[in-house]
């Protein structure tokens, strides 16, 4: 099975960096992605990664590192509409299913 | 126009109804899948369809059931509603490559 911890809440403060963990316990491990979901709103798709090392996408960039079951979500320059839940989800090995975390809900204030 | 339209977005019924919730998807994705999502609980997975011939079961499929009427639709029915099943609802589609996995606006239903 597997088991995705992600802290539940956290605030940070417009343009600032912002950094949220994911850690994993999987039987086996084929991917890691990054979702943004607004409030009421579909998950929408901000990175993947499979081997490890970082992954940039503009102020949105995403580590890996698979012998430590551990990921995170970096996003610089903080703006108010980064407002919602960031949810971490795992691949298993031979599958396409996703399994998710809970999700963390990030508050941007002034 | 959305790649993955889910109707109703709302819905408000009562214990014991038969309830459908349709997704459709314009992407030319082969994969499919339900999920729902309970505050706190993060998405779970209900069913899941790799072509019009293959279906699976999620992980908390009790309750439900599905049908892929083509490579575009697939829907999730609720047999007999109950209010534990009042929650929001996503559809996603996915290529053979897996990933990523796109989602619908979403399905609020609410049963009393």
Same mark, same amino acid.
């Given at each position: 099975?597997?088991?995705? *911890? ?26 890691? @992605? ?10 929408? @798709? ?14 949105? !960039? !995403?580590?890996?590192?698979?012998? #430590?079951?551990? !990921?995170?979500?970096?996003? #610089?320059?903080?703006?108010?509409? *980064?407002?919602? !839940? ?13 399994? @998710?975390? #809970? ?8 | 126009?959305?790649? /993955? ?46 072509? /019009? ?12 059931? /599905? ?46």
């Amino acid at each position: 099975g597997q088991n995705i *911890d992600q802290p539940t809440e956290m605030t940070a403060t417009e343009g600032a960096i912002v950094q949220i963990n994911c850690t994993y316990q999987t039987s086996g491990f084929n991917g890691l @992605f990054w979702y943004q979901q607004h409030a009421g709103e579909a998950p929408t @798709f901000l990175s993947y990664n499979v081997l490890d090392g970082l992954e940039e996408k503009g102020r949105f !960039s !995403s580590f890996l590192s698979r012998s #430590k079951g551990y !990921s995170y979500l970096l996003l #610089k320059e903080l703006q108010m509409k *980064d407002s919602a !839940s960031y949810l971490c989800a795992v691949r298993g090995a031979g599958s396409y299913q996703l399994t @998710f975390g #809970k999700g963390t809900k990030l508050s941007v204030i002034p | 126009d959305a790649d /993955v339209t889910q109707t109703p977005r709302n819905r408000i019924t009562k214990t014991g109804k038969r309830i459908m919730l349709e997704c459709s998807q314009t992407k030319g994705h082969d994969r499919m899948y339900w999920y729902r999502q309970d505050p706190g609980l993060g998405l779970q997975l209900i069913y899941y369809s790799f072509d /019009v011939k293959d279906i699976n079961k999620g992980e908390i499929s009790d309750g439900y059931s /599905v049908s892929r009427q083509a490579q575009a639709k697939f829907s999730l029915s609720l047999e007999s509603a109950i209010p534990n099943q009042t929650a929001l609802y996503f559809c996603a589609t996915s290529d053979r490559g897996g990933q990523p996995q796109h989602f619908g606006d979403g399905t609020r239903l609410s049963i009393l």
